[in-house]
């Protein structure tokens, strides 16, 4: 059996609505001018009380596995590099989210960049359906209800970015392509690298990983010697499934400290493993691909937000 280029890592936790499009979103035909034998893509189950559904399982393709954590804990990085060493790809893809879709191109172009790089990190931005972040809009009233109906009147997966229309971007990525991001949802590097790197800090052990991402991408882009590359028109697309990290400006009944919300709980956490308060990391990306359509409004709109801050920061 050939092994694949690139294995990707999807985390599990209580999301059974959402993984199977998320998988979905990963495979062809949705992924365009990408060979099947070039990915796998590795589930890990990650102890949900309500599992992936047998006949979902068992519908997905040969080079999909779905594999039970043993041992599970909050944190999803110990799947994440249980993952990454059961993986059989010279690339690995780490979804810490597994609620995360993804545009049709993201493959394609990251193939790319892999035939004319040696060791970057490929990036994405991340998206949240929805007109406001998720952190936001639940207390509007936005749930999987109002997600469903959105995907429907795009009429998913039949044009994949059409996702664009129906979201807006996460908070980690209010800049868009033209100021630094704190985090990926779906990024790419040699395995080696990721190896190298130490995967994911298991200290990290809040449940959902508090700032584990975050914390990852900032060492992972850290070395200047390795390329950091953004892609332009591909991006993740976060669904509703009433996660910690799409709750963290709120106070959580599931960590302990009431007093305090679950940002400040994560910060500390990260001070006391770091030393230091978490800092976004302040290193531009190159830029790759062309912008398509559904982007060009965007792209205006953050040169207008980053020239207002520019001015701010000058007076």
Same mark, same amino acid.
């Given at each position: ?46 102890? +949900? ?9 068992? +519908? ?78 639940? /207390? ?55 190896? +190298? ?5 298991? /200290? ?15 060492? /992972? ?95």
């Amino acid at each position: 059996m050939t092994s694949p280029l690139i294995s990707i890592i999807i985390i599990s936790y209580n999301m059974a609505r959402e993984i199977p499009r998320t998988v979905q979103s990963f495979l062809p035909p949705y992924q365009t001018q990408i060979n099947p034998k070039d990915i796998e893509i590795l589930v890990m189950e990650n102890g +949900s009380s309500a599992p992936i559904a047998p006949h979902i399982v068992k +519908s997905w393709p040969d080079n999909v596995r779905y594999v039970p954590v043993p041992h599970p804990a909050p944190s999803p990085a110990k799947a994440l590099n249980l993952g990454a060493e059961l993986s059989m790809g010279d690339w690995v893809c780490p979804v810490i989210d597994g609620a995360r879709m993804v545009s049709p191109g993201l493959l394609h172009n990251a193939k790319k960049l892999m035939n004319i790089h040696e060791d970057p990190v490929i990036a994405t931005l991340g998206w949240h359906l929805g007109d406001k972040p998720q952190q936001d809009n639940m /207390a509007h009233g936005y749930n999987q209800t109002a997600e469903d109906a959105l995907l429907e009147s795009i009429n998913w997966p039949q044009d994949g970015y059409k996702l664009f229309d129906i979201s807006c971007l996460g908070k980690s990525a209010g800049g868009a392509w033209l100021k630094p991001i704190s985090e990926s949802n779906v990024l790419f590097m040699r395995k080696t690298t990721y190896q +190298s790197l130490g995967g994911y800090d298991e /200290a990290f052990d809040i449940p959902g990983g508090g700032l584990v991402n975050l914390d990852f991408f900032t060492r /992972a882009i850290s070395d200047e010697a390795r390329d950091y590359i953004l892609l332009m028109s591909e991006a993740s697309f976060h669904q509703f499934h009433g996660g910690v990290s799409t709750s963290r400006n709120v106070r959580l009944p599931s960590l302990k400290d009431k007093s305090r919300t679950t940002w400040q709980i994560y910060d500390a956490q990260y001070q006391s493993l770091r030393g230091r308060p978490f800092k976004a990391p302040k290193r531009p990306p190159a830029l790759y691909g062309q912008l398509h359509p559904q982007l060009h409004r965007l792209l205006l709109l953050s040169a207008d937000i980053y020239n207002d801050m520019e001015t701010l920061s000058q007076n």
